[in-house]
T-cell receptor
Framework: EAAVTQSPRNKVTVTGGNVTLSCRQT?????MYWYRQDTGHGLRLIHY???????QIGDVPDGYKATRTTQEDFFLLLELASPSQTSLYFC????????????FGPGTRLTVL | GDQVEQSPSALSLHEGTGSALRCNFT?????VQWFRKNSRGSLINLFY???GTKENGRLKSAFDSKERYSTLHIRDAQLEDSGTYFC????????????FGSGTQLTVMP
């Protein structure tokens, strides 16, 4: 049974649209992360959280908001989507952040037209 | 510059053969992870190493923090091994965040 799930798996929206990507983990992990992955690049960290109500900024946060509502649930929000945000988005969780192994969800493919 | 340099960027193998992927680090890393992105886009954990080597079936990984590299060896390649492989590492000092390599696109041919 998958411990990190994401929804939707695919999403198409238009420029200026409002998108919410959802992630749930059942690992009882404190840390959760949102990454984007583009062709020819490794994953890049957008936002992360170390617990409910907490949010930390990653390496590429511009244009993204996020919210951690519970230990299990972490949401990525695109309030004014742009074509440059067309990407594959991965959510991950880990027990701790210092050198901890991260476990990834299946990914969400977002297309902004 | 990039802290994680992954090579090769693309690799083609015939079924039954093997090869190695490599990640070189420009700084000392504390731990490394290897992933495979399959045809459905899912990211699969392969290995997590803080040192030494690990083996799982036809895959074997090694990590040398002092020499600043990690390898992923694939032997007896099968068609289902095709996909994009990523290494990711955590620096020993400074940011703890995972730094990803740019990936290796592996194609296994009949």
């Amino acid at each position: 049974e998958a411990a990190v799930t994401q929804s939707p798996r695919n999403k198409v929206t238009v420029t200026g649209g409002n998108v919410t990507l959802s992630c749930r983990q059942t690992n009882s992990h404190n840390y959760m992360y949102w990454y984007r992955q583009d062709t020819g690049h490794g994953l890049r960290l957008i936002h992360y959280s170390y617990g409910a109500g907490n949010l930390q900024i990653g390496d590429v946060p511009d244009g993204y908001k996020a919210t951690r509502t519970t230990q299990e649930d972490f949401f990525l929000l695109l309030e004014l989507a742009s074509p440059s945000q067309t990407s594959l988005y991965f959510c991950a969780s880990s027990a701790g952040h210092l050198y901890a192994e991260q476990f990834f969800g299946p990914g969400t493919r977002l297309t902004v037209l | 510059g990039d802290q994680v340099e992954q090579s090769p960027s693309a690799l083609s193998l015939h079924e039954g053969t093997g090869s190695a992927l490599r990640c070189n680090f420009t700084t000392t890393m504390r731990a490394v992870q290897w992933f495979r992105k399959n045809s459905r886009g899912s990211l699969i954990n392969l290995f997590y190493l803080a040192s030494g080597t690990k083996e799982n079936g036809r895959l074997k990984s090694a990590f040398d923090s002092k020499e600043r590299y990690s390898t992923l060896h694939i032997r007896d390649a099968q068609l289902e091994d095709s996909g994009t492989y990523f290494c990711a590492a955590s620096a020993s000092s400074g940011s703890w965040q995972l730094i990803f390599g740019s990936g290796t696109q592996l194609t296994v041919m009949p």
